[in-house]
């Protein structure tokens, strides 16, 4: 499924749910309530990465947007499932100085490798809704995310370089990727992509009639991270000697931790 039509499947069915939740008049606790959810992300790549050495993980801002539906009881306890597309660009940097291989040369072998990810989340989230006057409450929610990623790269290179040898191009390094939905050795046997993610969230919502008549709002903080699954992105890296003996190492494991930023709208 292409991301356009990922996009245009979520559009319909939030439509024909939301035709079926709407009620006339005040919206009451207890009832299917729909909201229009969007968000950015910031990516702590950076923590990824087991050696910082030659090889680095940028840091990254990425968006979201979808729906939730939103069961709350008289008591404020919440249940809220929700759809959510996530975007997110990953890149490493390698800077590598080839002296470190034994070779006597100032040269340094560098690169970049950036990849965009898009994901649907299903978030399935439960908690408590704490009163604070008339007009306003703080969420607090914790939920798993099922995560399916639609994007995927996988690469496996063999880099040489020149003047290392009078007569051969030397092996430097090589690098397999295997990023979003494409297969790794990790996983060749799992039929469906898709990691569990583990989600808190606290969200400052103003009720109904405070910002508008019939309806609430929040925005929210959450902290996100992988739990299981092996679709994450992942880079393994090695660099060579002479004779082509392995000297260095560093791998790229996604642990998909990030901190987010949301706003909410009751419709």
């Not at 050795?185 to 969230?201: H, M």
Request: charged residues 20%; proline residues 1%; aromatic residues 12%.
């Amino acid at each position: 499924m292409t991301t356009n039509k990922l996009i245009l499947f979520l559009f319909t069915l939030f439509i024909a749910c939301n035709a079926a939740a709407q009620t006339k008049g005040k919206v009451k606790r207890g009832w299917l309530n729909n909201f229009i959810v969007a968000g950015v992300d910031y990516h702590l790549n950076g923590v990824d990465v087991d050696t910082t050495d030659f090889l680095k993980a940028k840091n990254s801002v990425g968006g979201r947007f979808g729906f939730a539906f939103e069961r709350m009881t008289s008591n404020r306890i919440i249940l809220s499932p929700s759809m959510q597309v996530r975007f997110m660009k990953q890149t490493l940097e390698i800077d590598y100085d080839l002296s470190r291989a034994g070779y006597n040369t100032t040269d340094r072998y560098t690169d970049e490798i950036s990849f965009q990810n898009v994901n649907l989340d299903i978030k399935i989230q439960g908690g408590y809704s704490l009163l604070l006057n008339d007009q306003s409450a703080l969420d607090i929610c914790a939920g798993l995310v099922f995560d399916f990623p639609f994007t995927g790269k996988y690469e496996e290179i063999l880099i040489y370089q020149e003047g290392l040898d009078p007569v051969y191009n030397e092996l430097v390094s090589y690098r397999r990727t295997a990023w979003g939905n494409k297969k790794s050795d990790a996983n060749k046997g799992t039929l469906v992509p898709a990691n569990l993610l583990v989600d808190f969230n606290i969200n400052y919502r103003l009720l109904e009639g405070s910002l508008f008549k019939d309806r609430s709002a929040y925005i929210g903080l959450s902290l996100v991270t992988l739990a299981s699954g092996n679709f994450n992105n992942n880079t393994q890296l090695s660099f060579y000697g002479k004779d082509r003996k392995k000297i260095s190492t560093a791998s790229f494991d996604d642990r998909q931790l990030s901190l987010g930023l949301s706003m909410a709208i009751q419709i």
